[in-house]
């Protein structure tokens, strides 16, 4: 029987891209979202992913929400946290808000997300979670200290719970990308990407979700068996560790 994966935030974007390669490889996927119903709509349509309602943020709400899941699909093997929301702001103007929520999704919801299925995956001896950073979890960024804690709370996260999960055969990894051309950069002023950009990509692109896509499929897979607490780059050389 096929495999299930969660993708959360999965329904645009970079989650978008993951669902569908998960689907085309095989695996039974549900697609979380949060609030954009036309979108995840317009999704489900297009790619008979089925799709589930619920902010990653509210752990009562992902434990539910994992019980649907895994009675309309089945017992989760494969989790991929990729739900992320960006508040920016200069830090001496930031607002607790703009904290909260930052940190609430990227980083608590690792936790909301992931400690529903984590005993499933123990009594199965078999698991995945793969968490999608930022370039930004790394280097940090100027305007996103909110942000830039969460996504490096999120590689900590992955490097902690790996060595908990390794002898129940449970891998935990962590992909960072860099600039990905999603309908969010891509809407970013195209004088602004040519010149405060893309001249700080060596390979002069910007990465495409299908690209991430991939790296998701290879560490959700049998294969990837032996690799757990790894933080993988994907930036096109602009920040090298």
């Known amino acids: 029987m096929a495999r299930v994966a969660v993708v959360t935030g999965g329904t645009r974007g970079i989650?978008?891209?993951v669902s569908v390669a998960l689907k085309e490889a095989g695996y039974r996927v549900a697609a979380n979202y949060a609030g954009n119903d036309e979108a995840a709509e317009?999704?489900?349509a297009a790619t008979g992913i089925p799709v589930f309602k619920w902010s990653v943020a509210d752990f009562d709400a992902c434990a539910e929400g994992i019980k649907r899941v895994e009675a309309e699909v089945?017992?989760?093997d494969v989790?991929?946290?990729n739900a992320g929301i960006t508040r920016d702001g200069m830090f001496h103007k930031m607002t607790?808000?703009?904290w909260d929520a930052v940190i609430g999704t990227n980083l608590n919801g690792l936790f909301n997300m992931t400690r529903p299925v984590w005993e499933g995956m123990r009594d199965r001896k078999f698991g995945r979670i793969i968490n999608i950073s930022s370039i930004n979890g790394q280097k940090g960024q100027m305007g996103q200290v909110n942000y830039s804690a969460s996504k490096a709370g999120d590689l900590g996260f992955t490097k902690a719970l790996a060595q908990?999960?390794?002898f129940k055969g449970i891998t935990v990894n962590a992909i960072c990308p860099g600039y990905i051309g999603t309908e969010m950069v891509r809407a970013i002023d195209p004088a602004v990407l040519e010149k405060n950009?893309?001249?700080y990509i060596p390979v002069g692109r910007l990465g495409e979700p299908e690209e991430i896509a991939r790296i998701v499929v290879f560490l959700a897979s049998e294969d990837a068996g032996f690799i757990t607490g790894s933080?993988?780059?994907a930036n096109g050389g602009q920040y090298m560790v």
């Open 15 to 17: 989650g978008h891209a």
């Open 42 to 44: 317009k999704f489900k």
């Open 74 to 76: 089945g017992p989760v």
């Open 79 to 81: 989790l991929v946290n």
């Open 96 to 98: 607790r808000e703009q």
């Open 164 to 166: 908990e999960g390794a």
């Open 197 to 199: 950009i893309l001249p």
């Open 231 to 233: 933080t993988i780059s």
